[in-house]
């Protein structure tokens, strides 16, 4: 999108003086402010409202308690479209191990119940956050199944996966009695784009999509795209030990991530789909 000067003086920053487009994700308009006090870094949502952001403002602000996040500047809408300013990052180079360390320390964070204040219902594919006693049923009724259901509607099932994948929901249920799992804060989307060091080497965290739940969900993420490195493994030991069994579990937490991109991109997951059903 173009934004006009007219849209850029209704922001609440000191003569903006250029707005350059930036990489910023599959989901937003993103762009470089360059202003008299210095640079920020603006997102967009077009045809939407300022409530688009509620989600991530209360991410960016939980995570916060825990690892260096940027800070929120200022978030609303104008003309019709939802924009949330941050601060910008520069980026520099970091250590993994360290990077092991701040999530572990995001997951110390802890609630009473699985999910969080917010749910959210405005991305590609919504997600209830609605709070649960058992993470169990948070993770198969409000994760899993909504997925399955998705790509039910849109022809990406079968009854061979529909088979399997009933078998794997029993395997959940059953792998999870017994254990006690802790409601630990979530960044939610935990792949390598979302995260950087800045240039003193800050492990830093960015477009959270956050609940509480087991602290396992998060982590499996890191072991599907590649970019977290033996280091990063070995840095969140140290800290925060997981529990017996981890490595067994993950293919049923690699489900989800591979489930939600079946819906997003298609049958090009299909197959990845398939071996993760069978592992289960």
Same mark, same amino acid.
């Given at each position: ?117 917010? @749910?959210? $219902?405005?991305?590609? %594919?919504?997600?209830? /956050?609605?709070?649960? =006693?058992?993470?169990? &049923?948070?993770? +198969? ?42 409601? @630990?804060? $979530?960044?939610?989307? %935990?792949?390598?784009? /979302?995260?950087?060091? =800045?240039?003193?080497? &800050?492990?830093? +965290? ?48 690699? %489900? ?25």
């Amino acid at each position: 999108m173009q934004l006009t000067s007219a849209w850029l003086n209704q922001l609440s920053l000191p003569a903006i003086t250029a707005a350059q487009p930036v990489s910023g994700g599959d989901i937003n308009e993103a762009f470089r402010l360059e202003t008299a006090e210095g640079p920020y870094f603006l997102l967009v949502q077009p045809g939407q409202p300022a409530s688009f952001y509620t989600h991530e403002v209360a991410g960016l602000r939980a995570l916060g308690q825990a690892v260096n996040v940027p800070n929120v500047i200022a978030t609303g809408e104008i003309e019709h479209d939802a924009y949330l300013v941050l601060e910008f990052l520069e980026i520099g180079h970091g250590s993994q191990y360290e990077l092991g360390q701040a999530v572990a320390r995001v997951h110390h964070v802890t609630a009473k119940k699985f999910g969080f204040d917010q @749910s959210n $219902l405005v991305a590609k %594919l919504p997600k209830n /956050n609605t709070w649960q =006693t058992d993470w169990t &049923t948070f993770y +198969l009724q409000q994760r899993l199944d909504p997925l399955v259901e998705r790509a039910q509607q849109h022809g990406l099932w079968n009854t061979h996966r529909q088979t399997d994948y009933a078998r794997v929901r029993q395997a959940i249920v059953t792998e999870n009695q017994g254990r006690q799992i802790q409601p @630990s804060l $979530l960044h939610g989307d %935990l792949w390598a784009g /979302n995260y950087l060091f =800045t240039q003193d080497g &800050t492990p830093t +965290l960015i477009d959270p999509d956050v609940l509480y739940g087991d602290r396992e969900f998060d982590l499996a993420m890191t072991t599907i795209f590649g970019g977290f490195s033996a280091d990063f493994y070995h840095g969140y030991q140290d800290t925060y030990p997981l529990d017996q069994g981890y490595t067994n579990r993950l293919p049923h937490y690699q %489900l989800y991530y591979l489930l939600a991109h079946l819906n997003l991109i298609g049958e090009t997951y299909g197959e990845a789909v398939d071996q993760a059903l069978a592992r289960g």
